[in-house]
């Protein structure tokens, strides 16, 4: 028998999926450098194509928007989990996310997100090793309870396959419903025929729950996550490869002196009377003219430094409103400038970093909490809601910074542990120096010439 909610539900989603995708396919597109550019391309511009300075612009990608969302994306790493009150970083919650090579992925996870506004984990239960991946918001969207972002109440995941066949899952808290379509080639094409789906299976969900968890960025209250695209940057970047078109058609036809002859006819080929081309004339070094009144006369160059002024100008604007630091865009910027000044100008994108942390993070919990529930339902941290993501530091320091500032926080009595998380050790290198320390301190006491085995009030290891 067809499941009527799954089915209601693939007709209510499929449609909400690609009308989403409409708009994020204009920052995916602007990430990968395919700006349109005959969007802002004016009629006189028009008439370059075909010629070397028209394939010269229809390639033009002066592409400043990777480094918007890779600028925050690259300082975001996960290094491990904590849950409850333990000082230690949880083992087993590691082990599930090195399983399923999880360092990449959420790397690719974090990086989709900041992009397009949203991406998604998916957890699915697979014995002692739950699955855990990484899903694109072309192919996967959820519906929420109304009033209630917290409560999902179902997803959807629609893919091609190589044949072109198309496959919607519909994930429901207790069952997930397979269904197949004859499709496009495009995943977030939708059939023109919307009774076409046919169920599949239908599978039971073990984790009670929707198991895709929402990875937001940027997200607000009434609706989801916000790409760092969206806005202003898109729009300046058009602006800015705008500019520097002007500056090379400026510097194709007005960035070298003109000159031009006054008085005589266009020169001819002796041999077959015929005007000499311009291409023959730009070979040679000098003309003789047959004429009294020949006179010659030279135009300047025209001067191209306002246009480049003026890129500059909309690179600042782009770096103020995506708050990055300027020496991003201009390297120079930061030739002579001291550390803590250097400190001053990361502030900005080190802050807009860290306000990521806290809905990817809960992204990031929720996803382990949902592992350990598919391999023990009354595992305890399986329900944990005081779960904590390890986070690398934000900030980047130079080592000699890092070193100084835990030597000055241990003559305050700050614990050893506390100052190796301090400069940026991850809980696995922690582990090891712990180790290796204890293994010092008892080579040293076993070496110890004056210690006496016999004795019974020796300290033991």
Not at 16 to 39: I, P
Not at 128 to 142: F, G, K, L, N, R
Request: charge should be negative; proline fraction near 6%.
């Amino acid at each position: 028998m067809a499941d009527s909610s799954a089915a209601m539900w693939l007709a209510t989603l499929e449609p909400r999926l690609h009308g989403r995708w409409a708009e994020m396919s204009v920052f995916d597109a602007a990430y990968d450098g395919n700006h349109h550019f005959s969007r802002w391309l004016s009629s006189v511009q028009r008439a370059f194509t075909g010629t070397v300075l028209g394939n010269l612009l229809n390639g033009l990608t002066d592409n400043y928007m990777p480094l918007v969302v890779d600028s925050a994306a690259e300082r975001l790493r996960v290094q491990g989990f904590r849950f409850g009150s333990a000082e230690d970083a949880d083992a087993d919650a590691w082990s599930i996310w090195q399983a399923n090579g999880l360092d990449g992925a959420s790397n690719m996870l974090h990086t989709e997100a900041i992009k397009l506004g949203e991406a998604y984990w998916m957890v699915t239960p697979n014995g002692d090793e739950p699955i855990i991946t990484c899903e694109h918001p072309s192919q996967v969207i959820v519906a929420y309870a109304p009033g209630n972002r917290r409560i999902r109440l179902a997803a959807l995941k629609k893919w091609c396959e190589d044949d072109g066949t198309l496959r919607a899952n519909v994930y429901l808290p207790d069952r997930v419903v397979k269904f197949h379509a004859d499709g496009d080639a495009y995943t977030p094409v939708q059939p023109p025929n919307k009774d076409k789906w046919v169920e599949d299976s239908v599978e039971g969900n073990p984790l009670g729950v929707v198991p895709i968890v929402p990875m937001p960025n940027n997200p607000s209250m009434l609706k989801g996550g916000r790409s760092d695209l969206a806005g202003g940057p898109v729009s300046l970047q058009d602006m800015i490869e705008k500019t520097v078109a002007d500056l090379l058609i400026g510097s194709e036809y007005h960035g070298l002196p003109q000159r031009v002859m006054l008085g005589v006819e266009a020169p001819r080929d002796p041999d077959t009377g015929r005007v000499v081309n311009d291409a023959d004339m730009n070979k040679s070094r000098l003309w003789y003219f047959n004429s009294k009144d020949a006179k010659a006369h030279e135009f300047s160059q025209a001067d191209l430094k306002g246009l480049r002024e003026a890129a500059d100008g909309f690179i600042g604007d782009l770096a103020a409103q995506t708050r990055i630091p300027i020496y991003y865009f201009r390297p120079a910027a930061i030739s002579n400038i001291s550390a803590e000044a250097l400190i001053g100008l990361d502030a900005g994108l080190v802050s807009k970093t860290n306000d990521k942390k806290a809905p990817f993070g809960e992204g990031h919990e929720e996803a382990m909490r949902l592992a350990f529930k598919s391999i023990d339902e009354n595992d305890p941290r399986a329900q944990a809601t005081d779960a904590e993501t390890i986070w690398a530091d934000t900030e980047s320091r130079s080592q000699a910074q890092t070193v100084d500032a835990a030597v000055k926080l241990a003559t305050i009595g700050v614990p050893q542990e506390a100052l190796w998380e301090r400069i940026g050790a991850s809980p696995q290198e922690i582990d090891r120096w712990k180790a290796l320390q204890a293994e010092e301190s008892f080579l040293g006491l076993t070496a110890d010439p004056n210690m006496d085995p016999n004795a019974t009030d020796n300290p033991q290891p």
